[in-house]
């Protein structure tokens, strides 16, 4: 079997509750802005939840025609949007050679239930099938995302959709990173989006008892490993990520992020809901990604944490963390973006792993906002309130889905 290839990333595509493109995203993220807010979309009076991360201001036709735009769900929209940042970014033209050597794998886990399917199901409550959109069946799919980016770029390689709820990006780029690094593929366009703030979608979260109730401040609602938190900020948005063979993008003269190291995945396989509090399994999967990537846990940097503010999820990242990383847990900057732009579910890996390409970069570290009295259970270094320089080589991704999925990632400076 001939060596595998080395897979880098060469480009970055955000849109957030915090900021829509790399920059605005991240110059937010260090300055410890949050993107939470009262919700506009509709009225949330009758919730017992009042506030989430929307992206506001985002405008599809800036990104897309307007017919290509109208039938599409928002989540789609949101895929469509980050991925031609993350091209224009990486500099890349999809052109006839580059069309079939490119995949795409990408994940979405609400789909079209908060905007698409709702309508639909209106429609035939209302007056029957005849009031259905006739695209509704195309649209709420989670394939639609991946087959709109391949439509709207012209990619005919293939085309695959993933769901792994809050663990889908992190999936995702390591689909694409198999995919190249296997020489099946020279370029994946990775990522997740999701566009869960509709009355439906977000009244399903409340029901389920897993959002916060904390409506006098919404900037203070998300507060990952801080005694008070009460529950996730749910929130939506994308992220698009650009993947190459080492040697291609140095050919080209890409400018590179970093390069995907390793992986590891497992399941708790306890509940739906319930947590492991133990966090044996993530700091399973958290193992299995930094021997994939030929590293022992000193050489961890910066953990770029999942952090969604549930009680019980935070402790288990505080543990997996001391679980698989020892005491050099006690020593490295733990970051939750998630204090300053929700929980945006399939979305939430890749808008990490560009944060984590961001800190790389520019050796800063985001910070934990909202840490105002630490829970004594979640005692590591979680970068409270203000970002931190700090020396950045290798940065460790982790996601939890609902469900009891567990995945992560670990991405780092390729040498010059």
């Known amino acids: 079997m001939k060596n595998p290839r080395r897979v880098v990333i060469t480009g970055l595509g955000v849109i ?32 017992p939840c009042h506030v989430a991360g929307e ?13 290509r735009a109208k039938p599409m769900g928002r989540f789609s929209q949101f895929a469509v949007a980050a991925t031609r940042l993350a091209l224009e970014d990486a500099k ?3 052109d006839t050679t580059l069309s079939s050597s490119t995949s795409i794998f990408y994940g979405t886990s609400i789909n079209g239930g908060g905007d698409i399917a709702a309508r639909a199901l209106e429609g035939l409550i209302r007056e029957g099938v005849s009031a259905i959109n006739p695209w509704a ?20 390689g ?15 780029i390591n689909e694409g990173f198999k995919h190249v690094s296997e020489g099946l593929s020279d370029m994946a366009v990775v990522g997740g989006c999701d566009a869960p703030i509709f009355p439906l979608a977000f009244g399903a979260f409340c029901a389920l008892g897993a959002l916060t109730k904390r409506n ?25 990520l650009v993947l190459e063979e080492l040697d291609v993008a140095r050919e080209r003269g890409a400018r590179i992020y970093g390069e995907v190291l390793g992986h590891g995945s497992a399941s708790e396989a306890i509940g739906m809901r319930k947590g492991d509090l133990s966090g044996k399994r993530m700091a399973s999967a958290i193992s299995d990604a930094i021997r994939q990537a030929g590293l022992v846990a000193e050489d961890i940097d910066h953990v770029n944490a999942h952090g ?23 020593k490295i900057p733990i970051s939750s973006i998630k204090s300053m732009m929700g929980q945006p579910v399939s979305a939430a890996g890749t808008i990490q792993a560009a944060a984590a390409c961001l800190s790389l970069r520019e ?12 829970d004594p259970r979640c005692d590591l270094d979680y970068v409270p309130n203000v970002s931190r320089v700090a020396r950045v080589r290798t940065v460790l991704i982790n996601g939890h889905s609902f469900g009891g999925s567990v995945a992560a990632l670990v991405v780092g400076q390729t040498p010059p």
């Open 308 to 330: 969604s503010s549930l009680p019980d999820y935070d402790i288990c990242d505080t543990n997996a963390f001391k679980e698989a990383l020892g005491t050099h847990a006690y």
């Open 16 to 47: 957030a509750p915090n900021g829509i493109g790399k920059d605005t995203f991240w110059q937010n993220l260090v300055a410890g802005k949050s993107g939470i807010d009262y919700i506009t979309a509709f009225d949330p009076s009758p919730y």
């Open 363 to 374: 050796q800063v570290v985001p910070p934990t906002i909202n840490q105002e009295t630490p």
């Open 216 to 240: 006098d401040a919404p900037r203070k609602a998300s507060r990952p490993y801080d005694l008070q938190r009460d529950g996730i900020v749910i929130s939506e948005g994308a992220a698009t």
């Open 158 to 172: 293939p085309a695959l959709s993933l769901s792994s709820n809050c663990c889908t990006g992190i999936d995702a």
């Open 137 to 156: 069946a195309l649209e709420y799919p989670p394939h639609a995302t991946s087959s709109y980016i391949a439509i709207e770029f012209g990619i005919t």
């Open 92 to 94: 890349v033209n999809i």
């Open 55 to 67: 992206v506001r201001d985002f405008d599809p036709k800036a990104f897309m025609t307007a017919r």
